[in-house]
């Protein structure tokens, strides 16, 4: 079994809606949780990152971190196109040297 | 953030032979890393480069394959070396910032080996 497990999708959705994607993982000494989002071609972004459990938001995106479930979340208001892209969560714990655990990725692929 | 740029960006090349990546920072950082991103797959770390040490490979990967230098905070670069068909896949450049010791990537660079 994987540490981190991201349903691959595809995830497709119309323009507008939310978009939800989550991560599962296995490792309870995680501590720092990031999403990126990977343009096909591009490397990955950084798009929010949180700390312990609880919510972030920044402008469309909202992060959500359940550390006594070993859940993750990122939600994506009003949708759009340029969001279409694949989105990768990881983790990582700073006794192991703040190195990054990813998840597979979600490839989402909103329709105008 | 960071301003990461990679050299090549993409190169094809025959098996048996080896290529160097570089892998230049726009401020200087303690913590390099090198990923490793096969077709339609997440990113795996090969190893981490840190200035003034040896670099630390992860399981699976050593040395001799991908060897790794890290002359000064600015810059790295990782060879991929006796190159096989296996080895075709982007490789990836990052460093380490902040408080969370978030992470911020380069473009990659896009291997083929024939």
């Known amino acids: 079994q994987k540490e981190v497990e991201q349903d691959p999708g595809p995830l497709s959705v119309p323009e507008g809606a939310i978009v939800s994607l989550n991560c599962t993982y296995s490792n309870s000494a995680f501590q720092y949780f990031m999403w990126y989002r990977q343009y096909s071609r591009k490397g990955p972004e950084l798009l929010m990152y949180?700390?312990?459990?609880g919510n972030k938001e920044d402008g469309r995106f909202t992060a959500q971190v359940d550390k006594s479930s070993k859940y993750i979340s990122l939600f994506i208001r009003d949708s759009q196109p340029s969001d279409s892209a694949t989105y990768l969560c990881a983790m990582s714990d700073r006794a192991a040297g703040n190195k990054l655990t990813f998840g597979g990725g979600t490839r989402v692929l909103v329709k105008p | 953030s960071a301003v990461i740029s990679q050299k090549p960006s993409r190169d094809i090349c025959q098996r048996g032979t080896s290529l160097t990546i570089q892998c230049q920072v726009d401020?200087?950082?303690?913590?390099m890393f090198w990923y490793r991103q096969q077709p339609g797959q997440s990113l795996t770390l090969i190893a981490t480069a840190n200035q003034g040490s040896e670099a630390t490979y992860e399981s699976g990967f050593v040395i001799d394959k991908f060897p790794i230098s890290r002359p000064n905070l600015t810059f790295s670069t990782l060879t991929v070396s006796n190159m096989s068909p296996e080895d075709s896949s982007i490789y990836l450049c990052?460093?380490?910032?902040?408080?969370?010791?978030?992470?911020?990537f380069g473009p990659g660079t896009r291997l083929t080996v024939l």
């Open positions: 401020s200087q950082v303690t913590m």
């Open positions: 990052s460093v380490g910032r902040g408080q969370y010791n978030e992470q911020f």
């Open positions: 949180t700390y312990s459990s």
